[in-house]
């Protein structure tokens, strides 16, 4: 037959006596082997109990092992605990020992008060000393640049005095109605040594000018000066365009300005205003009066910075200002650049306006025949030909030529 599970032929069959006996043989053995294995059990566990203390005494053998070598590394990371806080130990003792070092040094300095003392008379005796040394370099300057007063005669009997001109390396530096005067190249030789005399105090006394000069070749006293506004929050601040500190012999060619950043420049006084027919011929005077102007303004903030005060009417005569300065008991306490430290361009204490050094400045003598409105030209020539005089003074005083189509500014 074949099962119908594996599929697998079976040729053997078997009866219901044949399979009873096949069982019961089968009961039979298993009765035969559980006798005999009970008999070997029976048998080993006879032999074991001969042998049982030494297994018991080898399992706890192995126990107590297995706990020594537990303890053994609970051992190994305690002495590495301990040799880590050792360490740390060692390293706040260290710290500690140091701590008093330190605060028993800091026990035998001196008080905290004297110790400010001490340096602030040290830095009082760095500054006198820096002042002496400016002031000598300043000497040493005037010395170079022959900066001096000539002419001029003191109070006799009664009778006034007059001030002399004030030259620097033997030229006259004129005040600014006296401009006209004097030819362009001397105003422009004068005017740049004055500037370099100008630039070495400030540079020897540390301060830093409203007004910066720079050169038309982009060096230091290289090509003709012009003067500009430099950063500052004042009203002087906006006048940010270069003007020219010199003159040309013709008034229609005005030479380019190193900054690109023109501005307009305001009438120079009411006549400006009043003729606009002659801006054209002015223009290039305007814009040098304007940078006299701001050179006549940097004098007087130098003077204001080294105890020296300006008044309005003083303000043209920049040479006499400069030996002021250069006079002054307090030449050289004061800087930028040292303690004291002065406050930035201009304080509120330096209470001189551009505005008025500016409008002071172009009111030339010259103006003083303005052209009314309503007049004719032939009438305003007329009377600016009336108002032309020659004044001679006495003791070999200059004859001074007053009026003129043209002015400084």
Known sequence: MECKNCELRQRQYYCANCLRNHLRDFRLQIHHFSSDRND????????????????????????????????????????????????????????????RRTLNAARLLPPQSQTLTKESQELSVLSQTIARARSGLVQELVEVFNVVEVGGRPAVGGRPGARGEWTVSGLVLPVPGDVRRYPPDHINAVITHTIHFLGLLTFYLGIKLPFEVSWSCKRFGVGMPWIGAGRGSESWAKWTAQHPLHLTSNPSSTPSSP????????????????????????????????????????????????????????????????????????LGRRSH?????LLPPTPPSFTLDFAQVLQATAASPARAARIRPGRSAQEAGISRMRSERIIEEEDGWDVVELGGEEGFG
Request: with cysteine.
């Open 259 to 330: 900054s690109s950043s023109p501005s307009p420049t305001p009438p120079a006084s009411l006549a400006d205003s009043e003729a606009p027919e002659q801006a054209p011929a002015h223009g290039q005077n305007q814009s040098f009066t304007t940078g006299l102007a701001m050179l006549l303004y940097n004098v007087c903030y130098l003077a204001h910075s080294q105890g020296v005060e300006i008044p309005l009417s003083q303000a043209g005569d920049a040479l006499s200002n400069l030996w002021a300065v250069c006079c002054s008991g307090e």
């Open 40 to 99: 070997h059990v029976a048998r080993a566990s006879r032999a074991f109990k001969s042998i049982e203390s030494g297994r018991l005494l080898r399992a706890e053998i192995a126990r107590v092992d297995h706990n020594l070598d537990q303890l053994a590394d609970s051992l190994a990371k305690v002495r590495r605990d301990c040799e880590n806080k050792r360490d740390r130990l060692r390293t706040l003792r260290e710290t500690l020992a140091q701590r």
């Open 337 to 341: 650049s040292t303690t004291p430290l």
